[in-house]
């Protein structure tokens, strides 16, 4: 027993040697591989807070660097979860450049003051109203509310003629949103901006008794489309998108812009902005001139992202609603206030 | 022989020592870093004060999450409990044919990770949306955590405590309920506290499942406010709920005694003949095996031919991988060494000290990884700047979260190492840190080994803390699964479910070969 023993313990150390050893090595492995792609150029890598959609995000900075040689470095999340660590983040903030998909997000990093001013080149290629009035930061992409439908669960003649009738107890359990994502909170913040407090404050709470809560975009369109719910608050691109592509999850279903200055016809701004902050702040300023200008807005119509450009006066894809006819309420994009609208989501329960 | 002497000679094995200062001193420090976090939300939730907390905290969807929470706790715990013991049972004690093939069935869902499960499911049918389904769903991915304790201790149980009460004229039912389930109960309160602990803490599932409760309505405040007071104050009522589930188990465990003096004549059980319900146990297991496995396994390879989204990009697929792997590695040694002090302490050492070392480390295992994450994440961001979206942050976090599956092995593996070895090799002139490298530790190689494939395990299919804590421009095969599957890209995320599947098998076959061992020994 003894000798067993005392084997064991010699073989026991060898192949604790051997084990660490291989831990050792690839682990060592790992990292580098990781690290590699970080370096081997002259140009300094740029920090980019993504919060929007990865893919766009991915071209984007592809377009960049090739145009450029500088690198970015990219970290995804959501429009208030970056904003505020950011934030928290202070001047120690990694970030040089930060994208959002909607316009609150960056209203809140304009009203703590922590963005920089943007070059008068890059704000004059976006018209005055998708951008901030303060000059830091300034709309990439564009977006609209609709309303997704299946029309065989809802007649053309039942829709709603404006957002605010969802509140309404006829719409119990027949409507889906997206209550955590910082779309259908950008879509709260424009109700709140039309129509006031009171008003918007009673149709959040009615929403809450009514809503079906997805967990985006994408999954309320398909339950719509698979005849689970009739009817869902989303941004017009995802439908378009599988539209060009199979159509699959939205050949059931059909949209409906309110217009009519309806809150309903809101077009959200996605923004883009340079930190105060910034390690790299003339790389990252040449980052947004480049989102903005002509090759870095065609990058997002030719795309599959089917956004609306809203720079250097280049055209949506053909497949769109025009832009031009959609008409949204008017709202200064950099007064819409997404702290109060997270507030008030969390008051009514939906968050 | 010569230790149950040795042990019957000197019963409290060094208790009456001091304890040496480096290794005290080393348990301290692992003991405080696992208690950051609870120790975080407390501080928190003071800070914040009465008025603000109740603020917070006394609203409509605190209750709508309070109700949730509990009754997926309640019903999933419950169906675990009834799943995991009835095909442990069937398996071990009955004439059930084709024992291998379902010994190696019933285990396997734990190399699919819940998340997964569902995905698998959503992408079928939306029935699976809601209560049911999450019930349902996780009941699938996790009977396993009852089925294998109780599998265990069926095993080595001595039949003669069933054949006497057969004797004295109690039916099979009730010998069942009076004899057996007793036995049975120290193991399966175990697994149902884990199932608990795992219902709490699961994000993955419940969100694909559209079934809110505090870990998932934790990580929307997330996204929407980074280290918000609201998240921070749900994770304070996350934190009650696991503590109330580790007392809760303590208290119903209670302290009847189910061991026995000798280990008394070595017999297998007769089987009980199931005759006429054969067709039916055959029918129930294979539908759980189907379920449980056949489904998410069928629909991801249904995914990877024929979804829309499938791409291969075999550099992306394999530097993830990588770095899962590198993780997962990372993780485990990280885990592994911080746990041997403790764990070296509780056994060599035994006292309080000792005691209130290695249950803290059990405290913050019970936490959800999203509650150790935004802890670490406010921390660092606020006080530590150096280690702030570093590899270092994550695999610390990671060590947080699964220690105890490193300490529980270690220590079981330390306990049969007989002290007399210690000494001798003292004796003979080594120096204690030479006796722990050159001795102790070559004799725990394999409790080591089963501790490493546990965290292993945890940190590849881990989602929550990664997706908060991971470096800029660093993806694991879980987060890329899980940013292409929310967006409902099955086919872009299969590649990534099937990686994480085989990289976790050679653990998964390591762990079902170690526990067979213990079986056999036993």
């Given at each position: 027993m003894w000798r067993s023993r005392l084997g064991a313990v010699r073989t026991g150390r060898t192949r604790i040697r051997t084990i660490v050893a291989s831990v050792a090595a690839i682990t060592l492995a790992a990292t580098l591989g990781a690290c590699g792609s970080a370096s081997g150029s002259s140009e300094p890598t740029i920090t980019l807070y993504n919060a929007q959609h990865k893919e766009l995000g991915r071209e984007w900075v592809d377009g960049f660097t090739k145009e450029t040689g500088i690198k970015v470095e990219v970290r995804d999340g959501k429009d208030f979860e970056l904003a505020n660590q950011i934030l928290a983040e202070g001047d120690a903030s990694p970030a040089d450049v930060f994208l959002t998909e909607n316009s609150p997000a960056m209203s809140l990093l304009s009203s703590k003051g922590v963005l920089a001013p943007l070059d008068a080149a890059t704000i004059a290629q976006?018209?005055?109203?998708?951008?901030s009035g303060a000059e830091d930061w300034v709309g990439i992409a564009a977006r609209s509310t609709v309303l997704v439908y299946n029309p065989s669960l809802l007649?053309?003649?039942?829709?709603?003629?404006?957002?605010?009738?969802?509140?309404?107890?006829?719409?119990k359990d027949r409507i889906g949103i997206a209550a955590g994502g910082a779309d259908f909170q950008a879509i709260v913040s424009a109700v709140y901006a039309v129509n006031g407090d009171a008003a918007a404050g009673e149709w959040l709470a009615g929403l809450k008794q009514n809503a079906r809560v997805y967990q985006g975009n994408i999954p309320i369109m398909n339950a719509v489309n698979a005849g689970e719910i009739p009817a869902g608050v989303i941004y017009h691109y995802y439908w378009y998108r599988d539209r060009a592509e199979s159509g699959q999850d939205s050949k059931n279903t059909e949209l409906k812009y309110f217009g009519?200055?309806?809150?309903?016809?809101f077009v959200s701004v996605s923004g883009g902005g340079v930190l105060r902050s910034a390690k790299h702040p003339a790389e990252a300023q040449r980052f947004i001139a480049y989102l903005t200008s002509k090759s870095g807005q065609q990058v997002l119509a030719e795309s599959y992202a089917l956004e609306y450009p809203v720079g250097s006066d280049v055209p949506a894809n053909k497949a769109l609603k025009p832009l031009s006819e959609l008409d949204p309420p008017a709202i200064d994009p950099n007064t819409l206030n997404g702290s109060k609208v997270i507030s008030e989501m969390q008051r009514v329960g939906l968050l | 022989m010569s230790t149950g002497v040795a042990a019957a000679i000197r019963p409290r094995v060094g208790s009456r020592r001091a304890y040496p200062p480096v290794r005290l001193a080393a348990a301290v420090v692992v003991a405080a870093l696992t208690l950051i976090p609870l120790g975080y939300v407390l501080v928190f939730v003071i800070a914040e004060g009465p008025a603000q907390a109740a603020e917070l905290l006394l609203r409509p969807r605190v209750g709508e999450l309070l109700r949730n929470t509990s009754a997926l706790v309640a019903a999933g715990c419950a169906a675990s409990a009834v799943v995991g013991t009835g095909a442990a049972w069937l398996v071990e004690r009955t004439s059930l044919p084709g024992r291998p093939v379902w010994t190696a069935l019933m285990a396997a869902p734990l190399a699919v990770p819940a998340f997964v499960n569902s995905y698998g499911w959503v992408s079928v049918t939306a029935a699976v949306e809601g209560f049911a389904g999450a019930v349902l769903i996780t009941t699938l991915s996790y009977y396993p955590l009852v089925y294998l304790p109780v599998t265990a201790v069926l095993r080595g149980m001595d039949p003669a405590f069933e054949e006497l009460s057969r004797t004295l004229g109690n039916g099979p039912w009730r010998t069942f309920f009076r004899v057996v389930l007793p036995q049975l109960r120290p193991a399966l309160l175990g697994g149902v506290l884990l199932v608990g602990l795992h219902l709490l803490a699961e994000f993955g599932a419940l969100q694909a499942l559209r079934f809110p409760t505090f870990t998932t309505a934790i990580y929307d405040q997330f996204e929407s406010t980074f280290n918000g007071a609201a998240a921070t104050m749900l994770a304070g009522v996350l934190v009650l709920g696991c503590l109330l589930l580790l007392v809760g188990e303590l208290r119903l465990a209670g302290r009847a005694r189910v061991s026995r003096v000798g280990g008394g004549a070595a017999r297998t059980a007769v089987p009980h003949r199931l005759g006429a319900l054969t067709p039916f146990a055959l029918l129930a297991m294979a539908a759980l095996a189907g379920l449980a496995l056949g489904v998410p396994l069928v629909i991801l390879g249904r995914w990877l031919v024929v979804g829309s989204s499938t791409a291969f990009p075999i550099g992306q697929i394999t530097e993830i991988t990588l770095t899962s792997i590198g993780f997962g590695l990372a993780g485990a040694a990280l885990t592994c060494v911080l746990a041997v002090p403790g764990a070296w302490l509780s056994v060599r050492h035994r006292g309080w000290v000792s005691r209130v070392l290695e249950r803290s480390t059990y405290i913050a295992g019970s936490l959800p990884g999203i509650v150790v994450a935004l802890a670490f994440v406010t921390l660092a961001v606020g006080y530590?700047?150096?280690?702030?979206?570093t590899s270092i942050l994550l695999v610390a976090a990671y060590a947080v979260l699964f220690m105890p599956r490193a300490m529980v092995s270690l220590r079981a593996a330390l306990a049969q190492v007989p002290p007399e070895l210690d000494d001798s090799a003292r004796a003979l002139g080594a120096r204690p840190s030479g006796v722990l490298w050159r001795v102790t530790l070559p004799l725990v190689l394999r409790g080591l080994g089963t501790g490493a494939a546990l965290v292993f395990l945890a940190v590849v299919t881990e989602l929550t803390a990664t997706l908060l804590l991971a470096p800029t421009g660093t993806a694991t095969l879980a987060t890329e699964f899980w940013s292409n599957s929310s967006s409902l890209a099955y086919g872009a995320a299969a590649p990534y479910a099937l990686m994480m599947i085989v990289i976790s098998a050679p653990a998964a076959w390591l762990l079902t070969r170690e526990s067979r061992r213990e079986m056999g020994r036993a």
């Open positions: 976006v018209p005055a109203r998708y951008r007649p053309a003649d039942q829709l709603p003629n404006s957002i605010m009738e969802l509140s309404q107890p006829q719409w009519d200055k309806d809150a309903g016809a | 530590l700047p150096v280690v702030y979206q």
